[in-house]
């Protein structure tokens, strides 16, 4: 998308597209292009040029043109008819600009792009355009999506600065699939990766769900869509005071008139929907369909068709506690001490992200779990050295943004919503209450005929934190916890979780007691642990197979050790290399004294020497990692050469590889914003916690803040942007619209020096 920056000017909103007295002004031609075909609303237009001044040999097939303006007329219709979206500039009632679908030849423009046109305005004012590699025209998705992002731009680009640009993507492909409903198209990644926080630009494109979640609580339909909508076209525009400070989420509790609380409630609310996928009939149809289960098996299958392994992180496995001196049950040393678990400090959820914790009772009845959050009061650092690429103009000030290393941090405020979701047998959710807090006890009544049970632990801080484009993920607080569970066990610790489901064929390892396969080939000096098993591979030397580690296939030799419960599908792993906590060896080499741990995924890939991985997201897919680099967090993996030195997160490409600011020359980490766990300790609550909220209510639909003030003039519009006349506000808006002499209709107000807009039906 293109985020230009956009004149001020206004539109009103409006539900008809085809009205007779609107004139659909054509651009193409006038401005000494060429055009190659047009529609009532749109054009196809080939440029000679690019922005850049290249050469735009492109030849457009007629059949192509005509296809995507039949499309995007039919986008147009939905987008503006059925979800009320405003009309796209000028603000002119009878006048509006054609969008023009600039064309360019697959060599200079690949891609699609689409934001405001600056090539022609009609009084300073610019409406949307797209910029569109031939080979694109047929890719209908992509252009719902750029239109999407020219309305954007008509809304304001909802002040466009440094907190919005991942809201833009998000929201154009939500609109993309409202018109597409049958296709999901990459919302997975969310699914995959629900602990990154909500906004994160590493999944930007693919994370709408929540909107889809506010638009079922305000109803759903197009009546729902609205009013997600609403939050673009009635928040602060570019250009208006108080835009720099505005996010997407302070948007949203201005338009919906919510505290922060409303809106970590949705939060919870939007998590524990996820861990059935409990949307309309037909979407959940569709997502299950489209997004596969949450089941172990699911989530170890790295065969068949694409990165199935891509769906590894999805659930959230815990670590068993040691216990301590003082932790035994009810605080008396004499007696055994619970089982507790805690979330690995990879696996915690950031600021409004969640984990899904799949529960196992022992018996069907009431299962208990006690949450403990592991609260941090301050940051460990109190900020680092500035390193920012995003600038901003207004008002005569700069604001230079230090959107990947900010140089102050605030309080983590710790806070955690919290719900049990049983899911019956015939796929049907049932809830527990629904907790905000620190530290409190859930339960839930399970059946025998229940599918799973699942607990939805969802990261909300109790002040508003901002997190900023691409920031680096060792500076977003992580929001780790405590349970303990009665009458059930967090998956893994379930009676025989790991075992194979038909042992025959197994022994016991002579060196550890874990089990082997007769289908694999492990020498007896090698260790396997009393919990590992080994389903096939080769393993010699003094290798240890630790813990709950799983061997499917390959190679381990030396004194390689791999352990937590870490899997191994194929591959080499040699030396004194290492692969533990959650990490996946699907294929490649890890050698020397390489580390790769936490929810790492490494396929076709050479680690070697003192190189090390630590990553949260994608896998690391045909890469090689040599000297002392290191990669860590939530890893976008685009670079193309050998990495030898640094320590990088997030997203890297080639131009980093060598940049200071990146990371190229550190060879430690830099300090994580989140605490250690060594200190983490479970403590007593009382079992009715403050801030508790019923079992996942219906949201009932919460209007903005009144937009008149008593006594005001308002000024009167038809749908079309025609200006009808002024009425005086009394207080109740459709009787001062009668007293006006207005009739029975629908129409669009605003104060007199206002920018906010309503629409208003006066019943006959």
């Keep these: 998308m293109k985020l230009n920056r956009m004149l001020v000017g206004f539109a009103v909103a409006g539900l008809v597209s085809n009205a007779a007295a609107i004139e659909w002004v054509n651009q193409c031609a006038s401005n000494g292009f ?61 006048k509006k600009l054609k969008s023009n679908i600039y064309v360019f030849d697959n060599s200079v423009m690949a891609a699609l792009y689409g934001g405001q046109d600056y090539v022609k305005g009609l009084n300073g004012e610019y409406g949307p355009g797209m910029w569109i590699g031939v080979g694109s025209l047929k890719d209908y998705w992509g252009t719902s999506h750029e239109f999407a992002h020219g309305l954007q731009g008509v809304a304001g680009w909802m002040g466009n600065n440094s907190h919005s640009g991942w809201f833009a993507e998000s929201h154009a492909n939500w609109m993309a699939h409202q018109y597409n409903p049958n296709d999901a198209h990459c919302a997975e990644y969310l699914i995959n990766f629900p602990y990154l926080y909500y906004g994160s630009t590493r999944d930007r494109y693919c994370n709408w769900q929540f909107l889809e979640h506010l638009k079922e609580e305000f109803g759903g339909g197009n009546k729902g869509a609205h ?76 065969s068949g ?129 629904m907790k905000h807090g620190t530290g409190f ?21 109790t ?146 020497d003192y190189a090390q991985v630590y990553g949260v997201m994608w896998a690391v897919n045909g890469k090689k990692l040599s000297g002392t680099a290191q990669l860590r967090g939530d890893l976008e993996n685009n670079f193309t050469k050998e990495l030898t030195k640094g320590v990088f997160y997030g997203m890297v490409d080639d131009g980093m590889l060598n940049n200071a600011n990146y990371g190229a020359n550190l060879t430690t980490p830099p300090t994580d914003a989140t605490a250690s766990l060594d200190l983490a300790r479970w403590y007593a609550v009382a079992d009715d916690s403050v801030g508790t909220v019923k079992a996942v209510p219906t949201l009932p639909h919460t209007s903005a803040p009144a937009l008149f003030s008593a006594q005001a003039t308002l000024i009167v519009f038809d749908m079309n942007g025609k200006m009808l006349g002024h009425a005086a506000f009394n207080g109740d808006m459709q009787a001062s619209l009668r007293a006006a002499g207005f009739q029975s209709g629908v129409y669009v107000v605003r104060e007199n020096g206002s920018r906010q807009f309503r629409r208003v039906l006066i019943n006959r």
Aim: overall charge negative; hydrophobic content about 35%; aromatic content about 12%.
């Design 463 to 608: 002040e508003m934190q901002t997190i900023l484009w691409d920031q680096f993920y060792y500076s977003i607080f992580r929001y780790p916890y405590m349970i303990e569970v009665e009458n059930g066990a967090p998956e893994g610790y379930n009676k025989d979780f790991w075992k194979p489901a038909n042992a025959s064929g197994y022994k016991q390892h002579s060196n550890g007691g874990g089990l082997v396969s007769s289908k694999a080939k492990v020498d007896a000096s090698v260790y396997v642990g009393p919990d590992a098993v080994v389903n096939g591979g080769t393993i010699s030397g003094n290798a240890r197979i630790e813990d709950f580690a799983v061997i499917n296939g390959g190679t381990i030799s030396g004194n390689a050790t791999v352990r937590g419960r870490a899997l191994v599908t194929a591959g080499t792993i040699s030396d004194d290399a290492v692969l533990e906590e959650d990490a996946w060896l699907v294929s490649g080499t890890i050698s020397g004294h390489a580390k790769v741990g936490a929810i790492s995924i490494i396929v076709n890939t050479t680690v070697t």
């Design 227 to 302: 009013e997600v909508n609403r939050i673009w076209m009635e928040s602060i525009r570019d250009g208006e005071s108080g835009r720099m400070e505005q996010t997407p989420f302070t948007a949203m509790m201005k338009v919906f008139g919510w505290s922060l609380d409303s809106l970590n409630q949705q939060f919870g609310k939007f998590a524990m929907k996820n861990a059935t996928l409990e949307y309309a009939p037909a979407k959940k149809t569709l997502y299950k369909k489209s997004w596969g289960d949450y089941e172990f098996a699911t989530r170890r299958e790295s």
């Design 34 to 94: 060429t055009l190659i075909a047009e529609s009532e609303h749109f054009e196809v237009c080939k440029k000679p040029t690019t922005d850049d001044g290249q050469a735009n040999n492109v030849s457009i097939p007629n059949a192509d043109a005509q296809g995507v303006l039949q499309s995007l007329e039919k986008v147009f219709s939905f987008y503006i008819d059925s979800l009320g979206w405003m009309l796209p500039f000028p603000s002119s009632p009878d």
């Design 305 to 433: 068709w694409g990165d199935n392994y891509r769906r590894h992180p999805r659930v959230t496995m815990l670590n068993k506690m040691e216990c301590t001196t003082g932790e035994a049950a009810g605080g008396n040393a004499g007696e055994a001490c619970a089982d507790r678990y805690i979330s690995p400090s990879y696996w915690a959820p950031q600021r409004w992200g969640y984990n899904l914790v799949r529960i196992y009772p022992e018996k069907a009845g009431k299962v208990t779990v006690k949450f403990r959050g592991i609260v941090q009061d301050k940051p460990t650092v109190n900020g680092y050295t500035c390193f920012g690429d995003n600038t901003d103009y207004y008002m005569g000030k700069t604001y230079r943004w230090c959107n990947y290393a900010p140089d102050a941090l605030p309080n983590p405020a710790s806070g955690w919503t919290v719900g049990l979701v049983a899911e019956g047998s015939d796929g049907t959710p049932r809830y527990s209450e």
């Design 441 to 461: 006890n859930l339960e839930i009544e399970t059946k025998d005929s229940d599918k799973a049970l699942w607990l939805a632990v969802t990261a909300t801080p």
